[in-house]
């Protein structure tokens, strides 16, 4: 048999997303529902929140993730990647770009509570940053500043007390959000301190 080729986007761009999405919220509600009145437990009320709180997740969600697209396209709109990249051209080296870079992303996941806010808003700014350091080639400084990227925002999500994923951590855990907060920062400021001592190692040996 000849190799098997799959247009993976047309076959999600034909998908019915909304059909499934509607299976998927109403299958665990109604079999929810019905366990909970089989065994006696009050559902009109409880049901009605839960539902309405359910609902106003994704919106909330997707409004987020809206703001995260407009500041890509607004950073791209501009040019700040190619104005970065003018004013730091002279004394940026892979050292200062890998370490810079994983602050100010550390930064700015840790202020909004996004990582992928983060990513969207970085990538096009460090990525050609990088590029311009190594001299236009995919080399092993343009992957490090990419890691750095995810790196750094991923940390900063995680420790923010703002981030969807701390707050449902906490809340699933039934701890107190704040002592849930403080007792995960110490493990996570030692993971970043060692990966901004590879960055370090990293740039010093190229």
């Not at 539902?51 to 791209?76: D, E, Q």
């Not at 995680?158 to 107190?176: F, K, Q, R, V």
């Amino acid at each position: 048999y000849p190799p098997l080729s799959i247009d993976y986007r047309a076959v999600f761009g034909r998908s019915e997303i909304f059909s499934f999405g509607c299976i998927g919220f109403l299958l665990p509600h109604r079999s929810s529902f019905g366990a909970s009145k089989s065994a006696g437990l009050p559902t009109d009320s409880c049901f009605t929140g839960a539902v309405a709180r359910g609902l106003s997740l994704p919106v909330l969600y997707r409004r987020k993730h809206g703001w995260k697209y407009c500041l890509n396209a607004i950073t791209k709109q501009i040019g700040t990647a190619a104005y970065v990249v003018s004013i730091t051209e002279a004394w940026m080296t892979p050292t200062t770009l890998l370490v810079i870079s994983f602050l100010v992303c550390s930064t700015i996941s840790f202020l909004t509570g996004t990582s992928w806010g983060t990513i969207a808003i970085m990538v096009p700014i460090i990525a050609p940053l990088a590029l311009s350091v190594s001299g236009g080639e995919l080399s092993t400084v343009v992957y490090a500043a990419v890691a750095t990227i995810l790196g750094g925002a991923t940390f900063g999500d995680h420790c923010s007390p703002i981030s969807n994923t701390t707050i449902l951590s906490s809340l699933a855990a039934g701890s107190d959000h704040i002592a849930h907060v403080k007792t995960q920062l110490p493990y996570a400021l030692t993971c970043a301190a060692i990966g901004c001592i590879g960055y370090l190692i990293i740039g010093l040996t190229l």
